[in-house]
């Protein structure tokens, strides 16, 4: 089936998008704003509104398939994408990838990514153009084939209908008691971020970070229910290396002592310092992940910084850089590229955490369920936004919605059969 016509229509993503550089050296906040000049190129204030662009593609039957594009909270640090802009972005899509969109069959999902996706110029398109058209085309094949999403990335990647469900990880933003009692309270799985992205809250050689890892750790003893044993998983955006130093021996020493802390519980520890290149972030990555094993500690190292796309992922996971990389989904591009992150992840024996940003939207997640459950990923970010409740409705809704199609479609196979 061919499409007859693309929609554009500007949004909202669900958080804000911030200049990282600006408030790693030091910007502070000022009620929900920070205040100070950007650095970031882009960003006309430290702090702006995250903003989107949908795309609709008007199918032959008059039914209507969207996606949305968006960029990650901070945009432009780390290996990434600039920050997004609606406009520009508008009249890209149109100019390029619009003539592109008329000459595909978009009942074929990944023949038609690798056609409209082709580099400009031998350069790549800008990644959220990819993220935004791919989540689109995968629900343009769904719709023709009559199958869920999941379905249509299980018979282009040769995997078996999945029956597990896959454990969510919710962040807590700077409100962070409140919403840590949110999710305890609610049962996630892995939890809760903590967004430890400044000196004030790592603090001096790491005690308030290490306090609050232990203050969680006694909150879901104390209000969580019988049984609820959750992964803890801290993002502290690079300030381990920031202010205990970048030699990975003692980068190692700190994370073993933060999960000594709390030895009931297993530890995710993202972004423990920024190298300041993707090959040297590997090269003194896979050190850290070395002394770790080597000391059988229950802290596993997530990297989201410098590891952006399908071949950083390639890097890091041959490399055995990490024990969890997290699939940045609007970093990645391309929605077939999370699913083949996943794969790519588990062929290396290395956890797949299908994540993204606080930027998204509802589509864009629940496109993100469908992948995350389709390739059995390890986790899966509750997104959009930086709630609790919103997001972990939207992901969690999604996926039980989506189990309870793909039981049903198993039970008539069988019965088939």
């Avoid at 969109?101 to 990819?130: G, I, M, N, Q, Y």
């Avoid at 030699?247 to 423990?272: H, L, M, W, Y």
């Avoid at 588990?346 to 589509?363: F, H, M, P, Q, R």
């Amino acid at each position: 089936m061919q499409i007859k016509d693309v929609l554009l229509a500007p949004g909202n993503g669900a958080f804000f998008y911030d200049d990282q550089t600006a408030i790693r050296s030091g910007a502070t906040q000022d009620g929900f704003r920070y205040v100070g000049e950007p650095i970031t190129p882009g960003f006309t204030s430290i702090r702006i509104p995250a903003s989107s662009l949908s795309i609709g593609l008007v199918l032959s039957d008059e039914t209507v398939v969207w996606g949305d594009m968006m960029n990650v909270q901070y945009s432009g640090a780390g290996g990434r994408d600039p920050l997004f802009d609606a406009n520009q972005m508008s009249v890209f899509t149109s100019r390029v990838i619009a003539p592109r969109l008329f000459d595909v069959d978009v009942s074929r999902f990944r023949t038609s990514c690798v056609k409209v996706f082709e580099p400009v110029d031998h350069l790549r398109l800008p990644l959220a153009v990819e993220y935004g058209v791919s989540q689109a085309l995968l629900r343009a094949a769904a719709h023709l084939q009559r199958k869920t999403m999941a379905e249509i990335i299980c018979a282009e990647f040769d995997l078996p209908l999945p029956t597990c469900r896959v454990p969510i990880y919710c962040q807590s933003g700077d409100a962070r008691e409140i919403n840590v009692d949110k999710m305890i309270l609610k049962g996630v799985d892995v939890l809760p971020h903590g967004l430890i992205n400044s000196r004030q809250k790592f603090g001096v050689d790491g005690q308030t970070f290490m306090e609050f890892v232990k203050w969680v750790a006694t909150r879901t003893r104390q209000i969580g229910r019988p049984g609820y044993h959750p992964v803890l998983h801290f993002d502290v955006y690079g300030w381990i290396g920031q202010e205990i130093g970048l030699e990975p021996q003692r980068i190692a020493d700190f994370i073993c002592k933060v999960a000594d802390a709390v030895p009931d519980f297993t530890i995710n520890i993202e972004s423990p310092a920024d190298f300041g290149s993707t090959r040297a972030q590997i090269e003194n990555y896979a050190k850290i992940v070395s002394i770790l094993d080597n000391r059988s500690s229950s802290a596993r190292i997530v990297v989201d910084e410098r590891c952006n796309t399908l071949e950083d992922i390639r890097l890091f996971a041959d490399a055995k850089a990490t024990h969890l990389v997290q699939i940045k989904t609007p970093d990645v591009g391309s929605i077939a590229d999370t699913a083949r992150a996943v794969l790519l992840c588990k062929e290396n024996k290395v956890g797949a955490y299908v994540g993204g940003s606080c930027t998204e939207t509802d589509l864009s997640a629940q496109a993100s369920v469908h992948v995350s459950v389709a390739t059995q990923a390890d986790m899966m970010l509750a997104k959009p936004g930086m709630g609790v409740d919103e997001a972990f409705s939207i992901v969690g809704n999604e996926q039980n919605r989506l189990l309870a199609m793909l039981n049903r479609r198993r039970t008539q196979n069988e019965n088939v059969g």
